[in-house]
């Protein structure tokens, strides 16, 4: 009966989980797309469809900084220094993450 009480005192909250991994994707769609469409679309040597890993990799690195976002809750619940520790946290993983994802995203064409 203990375990099953402290399973269910954990609340998962799944919408949260999926608005925060939609957050975090929008944010790295238009972070990609303000590097990709700025660059003339015809260079010789990225291949026909190079926009494809970029769009793919970035948002889903944003979605992954998301689910890190998600994970940190239980540090905010836990008090004022933890919850200032956790968005500090929560921004950091966020902005390597999306750097990280830009950098995987564009190897080969505009990362060289």
Excluded: E
Aim: aromatic share 10%; glycine share 8%; charged share 5%.
């Amino acid at each position: 009966m203990t375990a099953k009480n402290n399973l269910s005192a954990q609340n998962f909250n799944t919408p949260l989980l999926i608005r925060r991994v939609l957050i975090g994707t929008a944010i790295g769609l238009a972070v990609i797309l303000f590097f990709v469409l700025r660059v003339n679309p015809n260079h010789p040597d990225w291949g026909q469809y190079w926009l494809v890993q970029p769009l793919i990799v970035t948002p889903l690195a944003g979605a992954a900084a998301g689910v890190c976002n998600h994970f940190l809750d239980f540090l905010r619940v836990q008090g004022s220094t933890q919850k200032i520790i956790a968005n500090i946290l929560a921004v950091l993983i966020y902005l390597v993450g999306l750097w990280m994802g830009i950098v995987l995203g564009l190897h080969g064409t505009m990362w060289n």
